[in-house]
């Protein structure tokens, strides 16, 4: 009798803890599916990923619906990742923007040191500019026979939000952007006055320009007053 008692008490407790694996394996959180990248795979609900990505796995980031950090430091393809990022505000971020000068910086820079841009490198930094966020100032260093007042302007159109330094010469006088006037009276222009006006769109501070005497006409003394 005892013996019949005690296996059914095996029994029942066997029963109930199959039962209780049973719900546990019912209850349990279906595991996440994963998204492949040329890096590794990676589980959708991830938060954070750091990892080299291609231009083509962009779109994949989207899958990742928890993802609060994306560290892609070492991709090439860092407008395709602006363009992300500016996308989804809600991700931190980061990423490497390479520069004319051989260097690469981060998306979180706030200024570069560009004096010793050429002209043939302009363009590229107007690309990677664009693609820096927090930039608010860059440094054009002074007039070199390969980087002139085109170049500025290109530039400061391009950003007129950014601080730009940069010390030109205009027809042998020293002008920085930060001038508030430029004194050229007297001075023979005999470009028509083009560098000039290169330089006036440089200049969003600029007050008083003074060509008194400097050998043009009036119709392109009209030309400069209209771009002043």
Same mark, same amino acid.
């Given at each position: 009798?005892?013996k019949k008692l005690f296996i059914t008490i095996m029994i029942s ?90 260097n690469t910086v981060t998306n979180d820079i706030s200024a570069l ?6 002209? @043939? *490198?302009?363009? /590229?930094?107007?690309? $990677?500019?664009? !693609?820096? &966020?927090? #930039?608010?100032?860059? %440094?054009?260093? =002074? ?10 302007a290109a530039l400061v159109e391009a950003f007129p939000e950014l ?27 005999? @470009? *028509?006055?083009? /560098?000039?006006?290169? $330089?006036?769109? !440089?200049? &969003?501070? #600029?007050?008083?320009? %003074?060509?008194? =005497? ?15």
């Amino acid at each position: 009798m005892h013996k019949k008692l005690f296996i059914t008490i095996m029994i029942s407790a066997l029963v109930s803890a199959l039962c209780l694996i049973g719900c546990k394996q019912m209850t349990a959180e279906p595991v996440a599916p994963k998204e492949s990248f040329s890096a590794g795979t990676v589980s959708q609900d991830t938060k954070s990923v750091t990892m080299v990505i291609t231009a083509d796995e962009i779109g994949k980031l989207d899958q990742l619906q928890g993802l609060l950090m994306a560290d892609l430091r070492g991709s090439e393809c860092y407008e395709e990742i602006y363009a992300w990022a500016q996308a989804h505000p809600e991700v931190s971020v980061r990423y490497d923007v390479p520069l004319p000068n051989g260097n690469t910086v981060t998306n979180d820079i706030s200024a570069l040191n560009m004096t010793t841009l050429t002209h @043939d *490198g302009v363009e /590229q930094l107007i690309r $990677a500019a664009s !693609c820096l &966020p927090q #930039l608010t100032a860059i %440094d054009l260093g =002074s007039d070199r026979v390969d980087f002139g007042w085109e170049d500025v302007a290109a530039l400061v159109e391009a950003f007129p939000e950014l601080d730009f330094s940069y010390t030109g010469e205009l027809y042998g006088q020293t002008v920085r952007l930060s001038d508030s006037s430029i004194d050229l009276k007297y001075i023979p222009v005999r @470009d *028509g006055g083009a /560098q000039v006006r290169l $330089a006036l769109r !440089c200049m &969003p501070g #600029l007050k008083t320009l %003074d060509m008194d =005497s400097c050998g043009l006409g009036n119709e392109e003394m009209a030309a400069i007053r209209d771009e002043f």
